[in-house]
């Protein structure tokens, strides 16, 4: 078949393409290129080296959650495990609170008591016993929004323009008295923990600060030694000590009371302590002060008052009587006539009692059986009364929660019940009434006033701690004082009290702190 003329064309215009591109030379250029990217990528593989892959260990998978019953665990042994643990860790707390209040029983050497700072028990081996009781035989020698009044001490003293001189000059020499410089109080802790009580020794010759604490431990401090503080301390019971007498006829021996229900008594000449009395079923002691003769009085947590005779070596010459159904706080007892008390008690009362007149008691809720006394007279408080002390001029000071300081002035001439006393009105009435911020709270202790035993400038004063840091002194008519403080200071020095005839003043406050007050 003849070629027509266009499939000639189109002929023809292949041959020509054909000879166009072979003239180019184009099949050679493409070879070397090809040639020259298989050289680079022969090179980036060769600079690029190759990681060695490392096989892993193969684990079988853990379950997230276990059966316990197929690992053979009894829920019901893990749990009283789990219980007796907690029960012997509790177990071991209580017995460990139990040997810290246990009473100390039976006679007792101070020396092996001695508390060092360490908080070491010394024993004999750590020292000479003879240089320890020739330091204690040098000692004794011889023998809120509630204010109180003392807060408005200037201002009193201004307004006042009738002050007897009396009063003036008792001022003026309270006022030039200074917190004992010797050294800081944060220095002195008369006893370790939180003081219930502290007072002086009745020696004139030095200065002897003793104190007792909430844990039982009793101090000394020898604030005459001024080169070191000369502290000891040791503990003699097993709780608070509220109550610290002297023998009024041997000032080296004294008597402690304590919230562990026992009664002991300390020879500082000798160093050894004896437990002369343990109350029923160890109810605590509040308070303690010398009878007539050798009787030692006493009351307790649950209201009763006892007596015992020292003389006797058992607890068979012992008398309960019930005064109240709660607690009392404390009492007093006429110097003149030893067998009238006063009492202070948590059901709002101050009594007076007779101890030689006992009747029935049949107003008690408890099922003991007990006598009273005859109460010639009350006084009834809008709160619980925490003191009640009586002086040798026959004026009876006390206090309470109710904010109030009420002095009671029961007779004008001595001469008339120094021998016995005629029996006031039933329902008594404060002479002089006093406003004074007794609120102590939770870690304070119980605000108290106590008079000073035998003034040697023949004026009857009390002294109470103030909450603002200060200790407030008032005479028997109401006249304040003194209103003493330091910016030493720190704490509220709620156990307050004077030395027995010498205008000196310690308080003692929180962590056995104490402060001294002297011209």
């Known amino acids: 078949m003849a070629l027509s003329e266009?499939?000639?064309?189109?002929?023809?215009?292949?041959?020509?393409?054909?000879?166009?591109?072979?003239?180019?030379?184009?099949?050679?250029?493409?070879?070397?290129?090809?040639?020259?990217?298989?050289?680079?990528?022969?090179?980036?593989?060769?600079?690029?080296?190759?990681?060695?892959?490392?096989?892993?260990?193969?684990?079988?998978?853990?379950?997230?959650?276990?059966?316990a019953r197929l690992a053979g665990v009894k829920i019901e042994d893990t749990d009283s495990v789990i219980k007796h643990e907690v029960d012997l860790e509790k177990l071991r707390k209580e017995e460990m609170e139990k040997l810290k209040r246990i009473r100390i029983n039976g006679n007792l050497s101070l020396v092996d008591l001695l508390k060092e700072e360490n908080g070491d028990v010394k024993t004999e081996e750590d020292g000479d016993d003879s240089k320890i009781l020739e330091k204690f035989k040098s000692m004794i020698g011889n023998g809120s929004r509630a204010f109180s009044a003392g807060d408005y001490y200037e201002q009193i003293k201004k307004s006042e323009g009738n002050t007897s001189k009396d009063v003036q000059q008792l001022r003026d020499q309270f006022d030039k008295f200074?917190?004992?410089?010797?050294?800081?109080?944060?220095?002195?802790?008369?006893?370790?923990?939180?003081?219930?009580?502290?007072?002086?020794?009745?020696?004139?010759?030095?200065?002897?600060?003793?104190?007792?604490?909430?844990?039982?431990?009793?101090?000394?401090?020898?604030?005459?030694?001024?080169?070191?503080?000369?502290?000891?301390?040791?503990?003699?019971?097993?709780?608070?000590?509220?109550?610290?007498?002297?023998?009024?006829?041997?000032?080296?021996?004294?008597?402690?009371?304590?919230?562990?229900?026992?009664?002991?008594?300390?020879?500082?000449?000798?160093?050894?302590?004896?437990?002369?009395?343990?109350?029923?079923?160890?109810?605590?002691?509040?308070?303690?002060?010398?009878?007539?003769?050798?009787?030692?009085?006493?009351?307790?947590?649950?209201?009763?008052?006892?007596?015992?005779?020292?003389?006797?070596?058992?607890?068979?010459?012992?008398?309960?009587?019930?005064?109240?159904?709660?607690?009392?706080?404390g009492f007093g007892v006429n110097p003149n006539n030893r067998s009238q008390i006063c009492t202070a008690s948590l059901d709002r009362t101050m009594k007076i009692f007779d101890t030689r007149k006992t009747q029935s008691c049949n107003w008690t809720q408890f099922d003991d059986e007990y006598e009273t006394f005859e109460t010639p007279a009350l006084y009834n408080s809008r709160l619980s009364v925490s003191i009640a002390s009586w002086n040798a001029t026959n004026d009876i000071v006390c206090n309470g929660y109710d904010d109030t300081i009420r002095i009671f002035q029961l007779g004008k001439d001595p001469r008339k019940w120094i021998h016995d006393y005629n029996t006031p009105d039933a329902e008594l009435e404060p002479t002089h009434t006093l406003t004074h911020n007794c609120k102590s709270g939770k870690w304070v202790s119980i605000l108290k006033a106590r008079w000073q035993q035998f003034p040697q400038d023949q004026v009857q004063k009390f002294a109470i701690a103030n909450m603002k840091k200060f200790i407030d002194v008032y005479d028997r008519d109401g006249n304040m004082l003194a209103h003493l403080s330091d910016p030493w200071m720190t704490n509220v020095p709620a156990t307050c009290n004077f030395h027995p005839t010498e205008n000196w003043l310690v308080g003692g406050g929180a962590n056995g702190k104490a402060y001294l007050f002297s011209d």
């Not at 307790?300 to 607890?315: I, K, P, Q, Y």
Request: hydrophobic share 30%.
């Open 6 to 67: 266009f499939e000639k064309q189109r002929q023809a215009n292949i041959e020509r393409n054909k000879k166009l591109l072979n003239s180019l030379n184009l099949n050679q250029i493409n070879s070397s290129i090809a040639k020259r990217v298989k050289q680079e990528d022969d090179e980036s593989k060769k600079a690029v080296p190759k990681v060695k892959r490392v096989k892993k260990e193969t684990t079988p998978p853990v379950a997230t959650r276990r059966s």
């Open 178 to 329: 200074t917190i004992w410089e010797h050294f800081e109080p944060k220095n002195i802790a008369l006893t370790p923990e939180r003081t219930y009580y502290t007072c002086f020794h009745p020696t004139v010759d030095k200065k002897l600060v003793l104190g007792a604490d909430k844990e039982g431990y009793f101090g000394v401090w020898n604030a005459s030694e001024t080169n070191d503080v000369d502290i000891t301390n040791f503990k003699l019971h097993g709780g608070s000590i509220p109550k610290i007498e002297f023998d009024p006829s041997d000032a080296s021996k004294l008597y402690t009371c304590s919230y562990d229900g026992s009664i002991r008594r300390l020879d500082m000449a000798s160093m050894d302590s004896q437990q002369v009395f343990t109350n029923d079923y160890d109810i605590g002691l509040t308070d303690i002060n010398f009878g007539e003769g050798q009787e030692i009085y006493f009351t307790d947590m649950s209201g009763r008052f006892g007596r015992v005779d020292l003389r006797a070596n058992d607890h068979s010459s012992r008398t309960y009587f019930r005064l109240s159904d709660k607690k009392i706080g």
